[in-house]
């Protein structure tokens, strides 16, 4: 089966990088997916990496290393608005279960 | 254009209740798929539903139930409802359900037992 592994909390200064880590443990594998969730909103889609390497989108940019099992979300020139769950997900091992989730990582960003 | 719409946004049911809840995929969308998320945690895979047929069941009791109908819209039933059903249920639409594809969420109902 899958399974996912990401801090539980991160706290940033306004301004500042910040890395989010992910580790995956998976039965093949088909991509790997970052979302942004602030809270009581839908998770919105930032990244989706199938191949080795850092993808830039933006303040935002997000690497794979297929293996060693791992990716980080990485997060520049920090805004308040930042401030939000990153959750890392793959899709499940039978093809038929859409996506397997973290269990989320939630970032503060202080002043 | 829309994006993904549920509807009710939030609800408090009673234990032992039933309670329906709906969502409407993005327009040219015809996969559909339910979570569920407790505070604190991830989105929870539900169900799957790709041209009106079940794709994929996640570890859910039968309790919980699905449909999708011909305009492409989806149904999540859920039965004699227990206070850890409280959650947000979260409906994703792609436009397969191909791995890799990117899923767009709606905002989700709030569902409260009591």
């Known amino acids: 089966g899958q399974n996912i592994d990401q801090p539980t909390e991160m706290t940033a200064t306004e301004g500042a990088i910040v890395q989010i880590n992910c580790t995956y443990q998976?039965?093949?594998?088909?991509?790997l997916f970052w979302y942004q969730q602030h809270a009581g909103e839908a998770p919105t889609f930032l990244s989706y990496?199938?191949?080795?390497g850092l993808e830039e989108k933006g303040r935002f940019s997000s690497f794979l290393s297929r293996s060693k099992g791992y990716s980080y979300l990485l997060l520049k020139e920090l805004q308040m608005k930042d401030s939000a769950s990153y959750l890392c997900?793959?899709?499940?091992?039978?093809?038929?279960?859409?996506?397997?989730f973290g269990k989320g990582t939630r970032l503060s960003v202080i002043a | 254009d829309a994006g993904v719409t549920q509807s009710p946004t939030h609800l408090i049911k009673t234990r032992g209740q039933h309670v329906t809840l709906r969502c409407s995929p993005i327009?040219?969308?015809?996969?559909v798929s339910w979570y569920q998320q407790v505070l604190g945690q991830g989105p929870q895979f539900i169900f799957q539903?790709?041209?009106?047929?079940?794709?994929g069941r996640g570890n859910f009791p039968d309790r919980f139930s699905a449909r999708q109908f011909p305009n492409y819209s989806s149904e999540l039933n859920v039965n004699a409802l227990l206070l850890g059903d409280s959650a947000l249920y979260l409906c994703?639409?792609?436009?397969?359900?191909?791995?890799?594809?990117?899923?767009?969420f709606g905002q989700g109902t709030r569902l409260t037992v009591v």
């Open positions: 997900a793959v899709p499940g091992a039978s093809g038929n279960t859409p996506l397997v």
């Open positions: 998976t039965s093949g594998f088909n991509g």
């Open positions: 990496n199938v191949l080795d």
């Open positions: 327009s040219g969308h015809k996969s």
């Open positions: 539903y790709y041209e009106k047929e079940e794709r």
């Open positions: 994703a639409s792609n436009h397969s359900p191909t791995t890799g594809t990117e899923a767009f």
